[in-house]
């Protein structure tokens, strides 16, 4: 029997509005692809950005363009050169890899782990806004190891202060999301290397952001919006000490792998991170987040519902996914 495509658009509501520097968002509107064949289903869920050109009806539209390709047999490796990176092409992707499971009986973390995959310690949001309600977030995740803090304004200053004072033990990432400027990168960086961040993620835009080859890095930099596939590395080496790798990006799981092992060939240390979606759309990243430095697999905890079934957490511990879930 042919493989058969299907595509359709999911929501599901946040428990509260998430906020970043260039938005609010109170629902994650996800794209879900199913690719059968012989009784089997597999499936993958992508998350389209508006910051990349992307809508969830053009992702749609795209994904059942293709449909006509997987009937006749198009597997990842035709994927990868007759469609570009992006939403559309991770959730293709990823219900292949999920189908490719399902007929063979092998699961997907055979080929994607060095070692039998195990939980993993997540990062937990808290998104922009006032410092003080930022710091009562900061202080209700108190006990998770590894907080990431959005900000992104002309001067975070007090934001910086409130969380680290409301969560003094736990390890924190600063994710400006391109909100800052050469006006203010140095001040912002200084503060954070006095208050023992850990990381800052993407603090420029990414086309602007030459400067970081000039500025000393008393934290560690990593890029988000300026890295996307393969061919983005070298460039970037002497702006970033680290990446991360999102499958929305990368166009997915097929092409993050070989990024991966990419970028530690060119010493960049790795974050594996997520847009807001659904367990099902993190169940790839959480096999690939193995080798991972740090972890931002929480889009899940942000949402009011989740697919069933989902992923397990436990306290900041995401465990890897059941067969029934995906792989």
């Not at 949001?125 to 803090?149: F, N, W, Y």
Request: charged share 25%.
């Amino acid at each position: 029997m042919a493989r058969q495509l299907h595509v359709r658009i999911d929501s599901f509501p946040l428990t509260r509005a998430f906020n970043i520097s260039r938005g609010a968002k109170t629902a994650a509107d996800v794209v879900t692809c199913t690719i059968s064949e012989n009784g089997m289903v597999g499936r993958g869920e992508c998350v389209p950005y508006k910051r990349y050109g992307e809508t969830v009806e053009g992702v749609l539209e795209t994904i059942e363009a293709y449909g006509g390709a997987i009937a006749a047999g198009a597997d990842r490796e035709a994927l990868q050169s007759a469609m570009p990176a992006g939403a559309a092409r991770n959730a293709i992707d990823c219900a292949l890899w999920d189908l490719e499971a399902k007929l063979s009986g092998v699961p997907v973390s055979t080929s994607a782990c060095h070692l039998l995959p195990r939980p993993v310690p997540t990062a937990v949001t808290i998104s922009l806004g006032d410092p003080g309600d930022m710091a009562d977030e900061a202080r209700a995740h108190s006990s998770q190891k590894l907080l990431k803090v959005k900000v992104g304004t002309s001067d975070d200053r007090a934001r910086m202060h409130a969380v680290v004072s409301a969560a003094p033990n736990a390890e924190i990432i600063l994710d400006a999301n391109e909100g800052w400027d050469e006006s203010n990168i140095r001040e912002h960086l200084l503060l954070a290397a006095e208050l023992h961040i850990g990381l800052i993620e993407q603090p420029l835009p990414a086309g602007k952001d030459g400067i970081l080859s000039e500025i000393p890095h008393p934290v560690p930099i990593c890029a988000d919006e300026s890295v996307h596939t393969l061919d983005d590395l070298p460039k970037l080496a002497d702006r970033y000490d680290a990446i991360n790798i999102k499958l929305d990006k990368t166009g997915g799981l097929t092409e993050a792998l070989k990024m991966r092992a990419r970028a530690r060939e060119l010493g960049f240390s790795v974050m594996v991170g997520c847009m807001v979606g659904t367990s099902l759309a993190m169940a790839p990243a959480v096999l690939l987040a193995q080798d991972a430095d740090w972890v931002d697999l929480d889009g899940p905890l942000l949402l009011a519902r989740d697919r069933t079934p989902g992923l397990v957490y436990t306290g900041s511990l995401v465990s890897p996914p059941s067969p029934d879930l995906w792989g």
